[in-house]
T-cell receptor, first 111, second 114 residues
């Protein structure tokens, strides 16, 4: 059964800290891994990773995939209070369009 | 460009009542899906559709029906609401095929069943 496990489930940091969020997965017929940010409402897309070792970057956020060890990390440098959110990792199930989500990491950034 | 539009945003039902959550997208996406989100459970897939006239079950389909008569619309019906269906519901859509799994989400419906 395809599954996604995220860790930690919850994280509290101070502004300016750097954080690393983890996502491990098991899937038949890997196609991609996606990261989303969810604040109060709908998840919003951050990154889609398909190739090992190639870092995707957007401002202070970056992500990388390791297809051999079956995990991805999401890094946030110089965190700000606006980074407080739930970060979700997802993979297409069995090579289909159906996304299977992890339970998310709740990040709280305190001033 | 409206994207994915869900209505209503909030709803309170009594046990046994039925209702339909509406979802429409204007991006000509073939793939549409419904998720529910509960505390500590993440997003769980209820039903999905890969095109007009085609629907299939996800992880938690019991108590819900869907139909896809047009590309744009994908309503979710609660047949006889139960307190266990209290949740936040999200509709999402994406292009179908290839490696384009990026989902676009609606703003969600918060449903309470008393």
């Amino acid at each position: 059964e395809d599954k996604v496990v995220q860790s930690p489930l919850s994280l509290v940091v101070h502004e300016g800290d750097t954080v690393t969020l983890n996502c491990s997965y098991e899937v038949t017929n890997f196609r991609s891994l996606l990261w989303y940010k969810q604040e109060k409402k709908a998840p919003t897309f951050l990154f889609m990773l398909t190739s090992s070792g190639i870092e995707k970057k957007s401002g202070r956020l970056s992500s990388i995939l390791d297809k051999k060890e079956l995990f991805s990390i999401l890094n946030i440098t110089a965190t700000q209070t606006g980074d407080s959110a739930v970060y979700l990792c997802a993979i297409p199930q069995g090579g289909s369009e159906k996304l299977v989500f992890g339970k998310g990491t709740k990040l709280t950034v305190n001033p | 460009n409206a994207g994915v539009t869900q209505t209503p945003k909030f709803q309170v039902l009594k046990t046994g009542q039925s209702m339909t959550l509406q979802c429409a997208q204007d991006m000509n996406h073939e793939y549409m899906s419904w998720y529910r989100q509960d505390p500590g459970m993440g997003l769980r897939l209820i039903h999905y559709s890969v095109g007009a006239g085609i629907t299939d079950q996800g992880e938690v389909p019991n108590g819900y029906n869907v139909s896809r008569s047009t590309t744009e619309d994908f309503p979710l019906r609660l047949l006889s609401a139960a307190p266990s269906q209290t949740s936040v519901y999200f509709c999402a859509s994406s292009y179908s095929g290839g490696t384009n799994e990026k989902l676009f989400f609606g703003s969600g419906t918060q449903l309470s069943v008393l």
